[in-house]
Antibody, heavy 118, light 108 residues
Framework: QVQLVQSGPEVKKPGASVRISCKAS????????ISWVRQAPGQGLEWMAW????????NYARKFQGRLSVTVETSTSTAYMDLRDLRSDDRAVYYC???????????WGRGTLVTVSS | EIVLTQSPGTLSLSPGERATLSCRAS???????LAWYQQQPGQAPRLLIS???SRATGIPDRFTGSGSGTDFTLTINRLEPEDFAVYYC?????????FGGGTKVEIK
């Protein structure tokens, strides 16, 4: 069955960086893109980025450009999200999701809580 | 970017009743690129509907998506206890993909 297993919770200081991993299984990794979506406490969903898993095409939300990088390692079917220069308002649960070619996210990881605190 | 406005913010209903959730877009969206997700507390979102009206695998037929242009609706017939959750619409017609602010369906 399709699974996206994310890395564990992180606690970071302001200005630090965080890397979250998302290991996919149960399907052909290169046939679906990966999106990253975050959710601040008590808030709605915020799309952050999308990456192809078969070429170098990526798409970032404008507000994160310069601070956010998404990559994939096809040999291990793992996607990564790196967010730099963390601020207190980056505190959120970060989700990876498998995107169908048409664009909807049909499978989601369980989420990774990132806490930013001095 | 396309802004999606969901209404109402909260819907208080009893099990067995019908829920009607609205999602209005700031620009016309192709029906191919409108999805609905359900999120239970502490869980990841779950895809319910894609292409405005196509139920995802395993989604019961009491969930119906409809609409076109700028106005879309998710209808939940005969609410079951497990349907009380937050629902989000999403457009992926134009970049960046955007989500609506969500509608919470709570038990009255």
């Amino acid at each position: 069955q399709v699974q996206l297993v994310q890395s564990g919770p992180e606690v970071k200081k302001p200005g630090a960086s965080v890397r979250i991993s998302c290991k996919a299984s149960g399907y052909t990794f290169s046939s679906y893109g990966i999106s990253w979506v975050r959710q601040a406490p008590g808030q709605g969903l915020e799309w952050m980025a999308w990456t192809s898993t078969s070429n170098d095409i990526k798409n970032y939300a404008r507000k994160f450009q310069g601070r956010l990088s998404v990559t994939v390692e096809t040999s291990t079917s793992t996607a990564y999200m790196d967010l730099r220069d963390l601020r207190s308002d980056d505190r959120a649960v970060y989700y990876c999701a498998r995107d169908r070619p048409s664009g909807e996210s049909d499978y989601w990881g369980r989420g990774t809580l990132v806490t930013v605190s001095s | 970017e396309i802004v999606l406005t969901q209404s109402p913010g909260t819907l208080s209903l009893s099990p067995g009743e019908r829920a009607t959730l609205s999602c209005r877009a700031s620009q016309t969206i192709s029906i191919t690129y409108l999805a609905w997700y359900q999120q239970q507390p502490g869980q990841a979102p779950r895809l319910l509907i894609s292409g405005a009206s196509s139920r995802a695998t395993g989604i019961p037929d009491r969930f119906t998506g409809s609409g076109s242009g700028t106005d879309f609706t998710l209808t939940i017939n005969r609410l079951e206890p497990e349907d009380f959750a937050v629902y989000y619409c999403q457009q992926y017609n134009r970049s960046p993909p955007t989500f609506g602010g969500g509608t919470k369906v709570e038990i009255k």
